[in-house]
């Protein structure tokens, strides 16, 4: 072999090693993108996973009042799972929704740090924290929590419709004596779910919902499910094929958190608020 051969293998392979050190690494990243406001309740974490290989990644996450964050974080009611999540070379954007009530009770913090980390299978990624964050949740106090699930009943009464996805309301009424489980009265508080592609074809199908910063008092929960999405909202009558918790007892804030999951099954001509 030529001296000048020699020299050009060289060269190839000079090029070759520093194309391999501006590589990115081949493991999941995780980074967190939080404002710079405080938070307070529930906060929704936006978080960044990106991953050469596009693996399916499983996310976790964990808070602390210094930089060595050692306590998990609690998924509010409504949080997304962050479990299988999706990721690619560029980046795929999810959320977390962070209870910090339930963490950090109703006082004020200014020293919190919040860390995401991930892993593909056996393979740990890079994660990220942030901090030091504002956390005040002192305007909540004296206030209660009520959050949970929404399934539907194994046995429905009535025919069974094609369509069980729609929208989902869920309503916290005040309770009274003369207020029958659904009535013309507004709620205290309520939330519209629209399900999307959520079926409630299957009893194992649940949906979370969750209410805040409620007062101590009576309430009952209502949900129902409107399957054709024909209208529920002011004065209304339920369809033969929507579902309905019509029989909902009502449920005492006593406690700074209620769990109370919740079956619906067939109505027909139930007037709802």
């Not at 030529?2 to 090693?17: E, G, I, P």
């Not at 504002?134 to 209660?144: I, K």
């Not at 929404?150 to 429905?156: E, G, K, N, Q, S």
């Amino acid at each position: 072999m030529s001296t000048r051969c020699t020299a050009m293998l060289m060269v190839v392979f000079a090029v070759v090693a520093c194309g391999q050190s501006g590589d990115e690494p081949d493991v999941p990243v995780a980074t967190i993108s939080l404002g710079g406001a405080a938070l307070a309740g529930d906060v929704t974490v936006s978080f960044l996973v990106r991953d050469p290989a596009s693996r399916l990644v499983n996310a976790g996450f964990r808070w602390g009042t210094s930089a060595a964050t050692t306590k998990d974080a609690t998924a509010a009611a409504t949080s997304p799972i962050v479990l299988g999540l999706a990721s690619s070379a560029d980046g795929v954007p999810h959320t977390f929704v962070w209870d910090t009530v339930r963490d950090l009770g109703y006082a004020a913090h200014d020293t919190v740090y919040l860390s995401v980390g991930v892993t593909a299978g056996p393979i740990s990624g890079i994660g990220d924290t942030v901090g030091p964050l504002v956390v005040d949740n002192t305007g909540l106090a004296q206030a209660y929590r009520v959050a949970g699930t929404v399934r539907r009943a194994p046995t429905l009464l009535g025919a069974p419709t094609a369509d069980l996805a729609g929208k989902l309301y869920v309503g916290l009424f005040a309770d009274t004596s003369s207020c029958p489980p659904l009535c013309a009265l507004a709620p205290f508080a309520n939330a519209t779910l629209d399900l999307g592609a959520q079926d409630f074809s299957s009893p194992s199908a649940a949906v979370a919902y969750g209410f805040s910063a409620v007062p101590a008092g009576s309430y009952k929960i209502i949900a129902l499910l409107d399957h054709n999405d024909n209208g529920i909202g002011g004065v209304c009558t339920a369809d033969q094929g929507d579902l309905v918790n019509a029989s909902d007892m009502a449920q005492d804030l006593h406690a700074d958190y209620l769990q109370r999951d919740l079956v619906i099954n067939y109505g027909i001509d139930i007037a709802c608020p």
